[in-house]
Each structure stands twice: as structure tokens, then as C-alpha cells.
């Protein structure tokens, strides 16, 4: 596999998907204070970047899950690049609403599948995993053989590793954290200072600026 890690990394430095500022951080929903903040919704606004994505997607579902019948979009950031993906794998795809419909079937999962058929779900950043695991559960209560997810880009929070093992999902991103933040101090984003503290957060999330 060519080396998405990086290559990754630096598109979503380079369009913005991703800001970095350990000196004056951002403040997530849940209170934490963080340094960075991901918006990798915009990908899709940008050819190159995007077709990148789902290269990597493709070929990291093919290195990991080649047992894989059909691709799973995570709503919403996910379902575009599970369209993408199930596209260039010509493999087909569903996606899976956040809740069940509140009229008609009531149906989460949208799009033809049969039970017992291996999934693998896509979405566009992993925190925790509590939304891909979420859809995950739903997927499995309809009948699919979740074996994976796959996503663009993870911050590598030991919450994820800890609720995918409970859940015993297997996962794996393009690029991640630590990978980001390297290839930031690298391209002179962020300072040798400023790439100090961002190591910082990710070892103590919680408690990192106060």
C-alpha cells in the first residue's frame, strides 16, 4: 500500500479539514479542551483530496477485510465515501441512519442486503467510536456480519481502542494523530514548542490546559 499516512495527513493540513492550535484550544462538547479540531466533511469539496481518500479507503479495506460483501456508510460524513469506495471496489453499499426511521418500515439500515453478509462501515473520523459502534450494533441487529470500520483520519484516544475491543470490531484509519501532528511540525505548521503540547493532549485528554 502506497503511503496514505502521510499523504493524508498533509491534504487534510492543506485544505483545512484539520486546525491546529495548541496555544489557544478549541473547547469539544463535551468540555474537553483540545488543540485541534477536524472537520473532514469538506473533503468531498475537493477532487484530488477525495478521490486520494477513497484510494486509501479501498485498498486499506482490501489489505484488512478482503472478506468484505458490502460497504456501509456511517450518516452522514461517511455515506459519500462509502459511495466512492463501494464504487471502486464494485461492491454494494447501504448506509446507516443515525436512528431508525420514525414512519414507514422504520428502517436504519437504507439500501439491499442479506442478513449474514460481511459489512464493513465507513466514516469520516473516529474520537471515541461511540457513533460508528452505535451504527455498528444497529447493523448487526438487522442481520449483518459486521467485520470492520474504516475510517479518514483517528485522534488514537484510548476510549476507541478500549469501546472497539468491547465491541470486538477490528478498525483501522488512513491516518491518525500522531501522524498529523509530525507531518505539521515537518511542513513548519506548527513549532517545535507547539508540537510539545499536542503530544501532551493525547496522552491525558481529560485533564490536558487545565
Not at 39 to 63: E, F, K, M
Not at 126 to 137: D, I, P, R
Not at 142 to 160: H, K, M, N, R, T
Request: proline share 7%.
Amino acid at each position: 500500500m502506497p503511503d496514505y499516512e502521510t499523504q493524508i495527513a498533509t491534504d487534510l493540513l492543506s485544505i483545512g479539514a484539520v486546525s491546529l492550535r495548541p496555544s489557544a484550544p478549541f473547547t469539544w462538547a463535551s468540555g474537553i479542551l483540545s488543540p485541534i479540531y477536524t472537520d473532514n466533511r469538506i473533503t468531498i469539496s475537493y477532487p484530488a483530496v477525495r478521490t486520494r481518500i477513497a484510494a486509501g479507503l479501498a485498498a486499506l479495506i482490501q489489505a484488512k477485510f478482503p472478506a468484505v460483501a458490502v460497504i456501509g456508510g456511517v450518516a452522514t460524513a461517511g455515506i459519500p465515501h462509502a459511495a466512492l469506495v463501494a464504487d471502486r471496489l464494485n461492491k454494494p453499499m447501504v448506509y446507516l441512519r443515525s436512528k431508525p426511521k420514525d414512519h414507514g418500515a422504520g428502517k436504519q439500515i437504507e439500501g439491499a442486503f442479506e442478513p449474514g453478509q460481511k459489512l464493513v462501515l465507513i466514516d469520516d473520523l473516529l474520537s471515541t467510536g461511540g457513533s460508528v459502534l452505535k451504527a455498528a450494533e444497529a447493523a448487526r441487529k438487522e442481520g449483518a456480519d459486521v467485520i470492520g470500520v474504516v475510517a479518514i483520519f483517528s485522534y488514537q484516544l484510548p476510549a476507541a481502542t478500549t469501546n472497539f475491543a468491547a465491541a470486538d470490531i477490528p478498525f483501522a484509519t488512513l491516518t491518525n494523530y500522531t501522524a498529523l501532528i509530525h507531518t505539521a511540525a515537518a511542513n513548519g505548521t506548527v513549532t517545535p514548542a507547539e508540537l510539545t503540547l499536542l503530544k501532551t493532549w493525547r496522552e491525558d485528554p481529560e485533564h490536558w490546559g487545565k
